[in-house]
């Protein structure tokens, strides 16, 4: 990104530190939007690419270039939602968000990232994979007004100007928005407990124990996957304890040279799979009363990138053929 020196003598404008300290809370703002961090960080990049194709008194008339950036930002995510629904009727078997890493391992091992934390996602409960997956059920206008009056907090009056509706109609997307979010999410169980029914899971997949494992799964639960077709996945949720079961070990039976890691998901419990020091797929949970009732497990590469690795595989390489 280019940036523009002041009037005079060359000297820095005084307003870009306050322009570009708001990268963050705009990439935050998109990734809840999109479910995409590329996507989030593509939205941004436009943002800012619209304020430096400005004039300069363009930019000075501007009263609150935060609220502008912010304003520019959600129009954005609105229009690529729009797309991204065409594109996701094109995408190859299921579409999950794409999971994040914790800050700490994500700056410090991943090779090349950059290593400021401030350009990093908060991770909290409104980026957890059940939550995420729930704002991608909802209409373009719904998701944007929801997430930026409802986790961010901006009034409705601000919220009407982005989703270009009245205040009472945006009002009207947060509040159905909010019933599905009610209606989706079961109440979860205290972190520690859901951290040691995860640890239970990995122990017992390892162990190749099945009646320890179906123990551990809900009856009705269902884990959906994602290859995006690049790598091969489930096509299709697969639903119910034993045949869910069935699965996870017939993948044990064909895979080598495996690492499971316990790690955290978006904020939350999870699992990573490695193999031959690669990440092949991270797994999300949801865990309600002692027992597991949703897994989310992405395997598309390109949804992957952000996780750190001993070194990097080719699509192609990556577990083909072994989830069929």
């Not at 570009?20 to 800012?48: F, K, P, W």
């Not at 990995?202 to 009646?211: R, T």
């Amino acid at each position: 990104m280019t940036t523009r020196s002041g009037p005079e003598h060359g000297r820095p404008d005084p307003r870009l530190s306050a322009i570009t300290s708001e990268r963050s809370a705009l990439t935050n703002l998109a990734y809840r939007m999109l479910g995409s961090l590329a996507e989030a960080e593509d939205a941004v990049q436009e943002t800012y690419a619209r304020w430096y194709a400005m004039t300069r008194e363009q930019q000075q008339a501007i009263e609150s270039p935060a609220a502008w950036l912010t304003k520019v930002t959600g129009r954005v995510c609105l229009d690529l939602l729009g797309s991204a629904r065409v594109r996701r009727e094109r995408y190859v078997g299921e579409w999950l968000p794409e999971p994040l890493p914790d800050h700490a391992e994500w700056i410090s091992k991943q090779p090349g990232a950059d290593g400021d934390p401030a350009d990093r996602v908060t991770l909290d409960e409104s980026v957890s994979m059940a939550f995420l997956v729930v704002l991608d059920s909802m209409t373009p206008a719904e998701r944007v007004a929801f997430v930026l009056h409802d986790v961010f907090g901006y009034p409705f009056a601000d919220v009407a100007e982005i989703v270009g509706r009245t205040p009472g109609a945006s009002r009207k997307l947060a509040s159905s928005a909010r019933q599905r979010i009610q209606a989706a999410r079961p109440p979860a169980g205290p972190r520690a407990q859901q951290a040691d029914i995860v640890r239970d899971f990995k122990q017992a997949w390892e162990a190749k124990d099945i009646s320890a494992l179906i123990r551990l799964l809900d009856p009705d639960v269902v884990m959906t996957s994602d290859g995006g077709g690049l790598v091969a996945s489930a096509p299709r949720p697969i639903e119910g304890r034993e045949k869910l079961a069935r699965y996870a070990f017939g993948i044990a039976d064909k895979v080598s040279d495996v690492t499971i890691l316990e790690r955290n998901v978006n904020g939350q419990p999870g699992l990573v799979v490695q193999q031959g020091g690669a990440t092949v797929t991270v797994l999300a949970f949801t865990v309600t009363a002692n027992r597991i009732t949703r897994i989310w497990a992405v395997r598309n590469p390109e949804k992957l990138r952000s996780w750190p690795a001993e070194g990097r595989v080719r699509p192609t390489d990556v577990l083909r053929g072994h989830l069929r």
